[in-house]
């Protein structure tokens, strides 16, 4: 199992990206995705999950209103759009699915202006 996520880049507050996380060696489709975030010197947390039909998505409250979690299933790819980008986002961000795998080399997000 591993992921490849991609799309981060320095932003500035207010401002938005689009992370893409393709995964690879195991069946996509079936799977619950997940993104998670890690500040510096923080533990690694859970941003935003999707179920295998995208009919369930959940946010955690820091979040929420701000950020969309979808995936296609046909590209094994999962998305995460991010709006309205605050400095307290800046972190490294990865993806996973549920249950969890191997853990990819994440995308940085910077939001600074």
């Known amino acids: 199992v591993q992921f490849v996520e991609s799309g981060g880049d320095l932003v500035q507050p207010g401002g938005s990206l689009r992370l893409s996380c393709e995964g690879f060696m195991f069946t996509f489709k079936n799977y619950d995705m997940r993104w998670y975030r890690q500040a510096p010197g923080s533990e690694r947390k859970l941003v935003a999950s999707i179920n295998p039909s995208s009919s369930s998505v959940d946010y955690a409250d820091s979040v929420k209103g701000r950020f969309t979690i979808s995936r296609d299933n046909a590209k094994n790819t999962a998305y995460l759009q991010m709006n309205n980008l605050k400095p307290e986002d800046t972190a490294m961000y990865y993806c996973?699915?549920?249950?969890?795998?191997?853990w990819g080399r994440g995308t940085q997000v910077t939001v600074s202006s």
């Open positions: 996973n699915k549920h249950p969890m795998g191997y």
